[in-house]
């Protein structure tokens, strides 16, 4: 068991969200910078991103570091139903020094801590084969005011502040603001706000990366569905027009991380006509062509691989368009929220049509049935369902749920939480030591003890860990190895 160690964190958050609640409306003459996170960029040992909102427009935006002032620049979005304006700021701070740490500060003319403006640390990610970890989660889920769980999202920023990572994916659902009848729709644009500022407590420390989910207002039909994400998140350029931020890629050490919008590939809510999936493609073919990566690490929201109801989110979908590619460019891990639970598959390679069932869905085949505690994610690719952020309520409908349910459940799910609940998986990447020899991953799930919050009623979940899966995913380096495409990409 691992005490998070949070009581400072939480109440540094609360005591922030505090004065903007007294603050009542936002106050259009406020730049005082609030929600402050860093990214990385196209560049991780070299660059970082330090971004932020304010209440009103900011006066010269800006960031220091040492002697050095970096201006930043504004993005704005009107909230479709309030009409309210989300004022954000994006400072690329670059010429840094790989694996170095840095102090920083964030001010405005107009900033109302001017005197002692907001500062904290960063490190910038390592060159090269080198050691690191990361951790995952999804489903922060932030809630609207309605909700009876508000307050949650401070411990989940103290668990990945326990385990000290360089970064943290953040896989979809940052926040949950679908409206109850007659609710303000003020609220809609508050709940995103709330969400900034209680994961300000770490993303202000070490890059968040995010990506869309399924709860507006990050996601939705039309290009409104996404605007305020793309307001708010400066994420690695994909070099698509009109198409920037809805998914990206970056290089930490020999692992690349590919970060995806599932929404995309949700049958009848596609937005991108194929862009995303020739884009994740050609991404996937020059990873292994490139005999310095070793390890490719796909985050999407939707699961494609667990035993959630068939059709689930983008589960379908993704099966069809992407699972594919994971196979041909030998995928390692893919990391998912969406179902409200943890959940590890078997390495999967390959599909098989379910016998007698329905011509429509496919069956992931698992490379082996045994679970040893190490896979070789060269022969297959172990997808998790990182659901246990916050966000309360289970979704997992069962075993036996969906078309294939019963028979996909029992050959590929290796562990599977017995309750939804909050939880956080740590992830320490071992570049090994020989041109040729092995790498590795080792990985482990903390569950919050004793949570198993199965109704919105519940008070504040367990603020210490105990350890639910550990495993360990090896691979041989690529600096050894010549690849070839796998499956009809080989033909």
Not at 186 to 204: E, F, I, P, T, Y
Not at 358 to 385: C, E, I, N, Y
């Amino acid at each position: 068991m691992i005490a998070a160690g949070t009581t400072g964190l939480i109440a540094a958050t609360a005591a922030g969200q505090a004065r903007a609640a007294a603050r009542g409306r936002l106050d259009t003459a406020d730049g005082t910078p609030e929600q402050i996170h860093l990214t990385w960029d196209d560049a991780p040992t070299r660059t970082i991103v330090v971004s932020w909102a304010s209440p009103g427009q900011a006066v010269r935006p800006r960031v220091r570091i040492g002697q050095r002032v970096i201006p930043a620049t504004e993005r704005t979005s009107a909230d479709p139903l309030s009409g309210a304006v989300t004022w954000t700021y994006h400072a690329r701070v670059d010429g840094l020094r790989p694996g170095a740490t840095y102090g920083y500060a964030v001010t405005t003319d107009n900033d109302g801590n001017v005197a002692d403006p907001f500062s904290a640390t960063f490190t910038t990610a390592p060159e090269g084969r080198a050691a690191f970890r990361f951790t995952s989660f999804g489903d922060l889920a932030t809630p609207n005011p309605a909700w009876a769980t508000s307050g949650r999202a401070p411990y989940a920023v103290g668990a990945v502040e326990t385990f000290q990572p360089l970064f943290h994916l953040l896989n979809g659902d940052l926040a949950c603001a679908e409206l109850s009848p007659g609710a303000d729709p003020a609220a809609w644009a508050q709940v995103l706000r709330d969400c900034g500022n209680s994961v300000q407590g770490s993303a202000a420390s070490r890059p968040w990366l995010p990506v869309p989910g399924s709860h507006a207002p990050e996601a939705g039909a039309g290009a409104a569905g996404l605007a305020s994400f793309l307001t708010r998140y400066a994420l690695p350029p994909n070099g698509v027009d009109g198409l920037e931020g809805r998914w990206y890629a970056f290089r930490v050490g020999a692992v690349l991380f590919v970060c995806l919008s599932g929404d995309d590939v949700t049958p009848g809510r596609g937005y991108s006509g194929g862009a995303q999936t020739a884009w994740l493609e050609s991404t996937l073919a020059a990873a292994r062509a490139d005999s310095s990566v070793d390890w490719i690490i796909v985050q999407f929201h939707q699961a494609a691989c667990s035993s959630a109801p068939d059709g689930n989110g983008s589960g379908l979908g993704a099966r069809r368009q992407w699972l594919p590619l994971f196979d041909a460019y030998e995928v390692d891990l893919v990391l998912s929220g969406h179902h409200d639970t943890y959940e590890r598959s078997f390495p999967v390679r390959g599909v098989r049509p379910l016998a007698g069932g329905p011509t429509r869905t496919s069956w992931p085949r698992p490379v082996t049935t045994a679970d040893s505690g190490v896979f070789d994610t060269s022969q297959g690719t172990v997808h998790l369902a990182l659901g246990g952020g916050v966000l309360p309520a289970p979704r997992v409908a069962g075993d036996g749920a969906g078309p294939d349910g019963a028979a996909r459940t029992a050959a590929r799910q290796a562990r599977r939480a017995p309750s939804t609940g909050y939880g956080i998986a740590v992830f320490d990447v071992h570049p090994g030591h020989d041109a040729g020899g092995q790498t590795s991953i080792s990985v482990r799930y903390y569950h919050a003890a004793g949570q198993d919050p199965a109704n919105l009623a519940l008070g504040a979940p367990a603020d210490d860990f105990t350890l639910f899966d550990s495993f360990t995913l090896l691979r041989p380096r690529s600096d050894g190895r010549r690849w070839h495409p796998q499956g009809a990409l080989a033909t």
